[in-house]
């Protein structure tokens, strides 16, 4: 079992930047892939970025492409997204999740390719 805890939302103006971080505990050792998803009210959960955890390909939505990183400390069991020029439409609970190595997925983009989720945290973004 892995458990995941993220960290850093909170209220911010059109423009500026926040990094988020998810910190992973349990059977890290587990970890294969980390992804971000996304949901504002009334709409569905969204795919924002994703990172193979031993290095190697990312992955980012269209929409946030250019203005977001997503990163990970290996040692620390920490991942990180750095949203940099935010948008009012940004806004959303953003919720950080894990593929494990017991867990067969077939990408990183669909929240079916994951096995464990974080509670989420909030982010708004005024004009």
């Known amino acids: 079992q892995v458990q995941l805890v993220e960290s850093g939302g909170g209220l911010v103006q059109a423009g500026g930047s926040l990094r988020l971080s998810c910190a992973a505990s349990?059977?890290?050792?587990?970890?294969?892939?980390m992804g971000w998803f996304r949901q504002a009210p009334g709409k569905e959960r969204e795919f924002v970025a994703a990172?193979?955890?031993?290095?190697?390909?990312?992955e980012y939505a269209e929409s946030v492409k250019g203005r977001f990183t997503i990163s990970r400390d290996y040692a620390k069991n920490t991942l990180y997204l750095q949203m940099n020029s935010l948008k009012p439409e940004d806004t959303a609970v953003y919720y950080c999740?894990?593929?494990?190595?017991?867990?067969?997925?077939?990408?990183?983009?669909?929240?079916?390719?994951?096995?464990?989720w974080g509670q989420g945290t909030q982010v708004t973004v005024s004009s």
């Open positions: 999740a894990c593929r494990s190595t017991y867990y067969s997925g077939t990408t990183y983009t669909h929240e079916t390719d994951y096995d464990y």
């Open positions: 990172i193979r955890w031993s290095g190697g390909r990312l």
């Open positions: 349990g059977r890290t050792f587990s970890m294969y892939a």
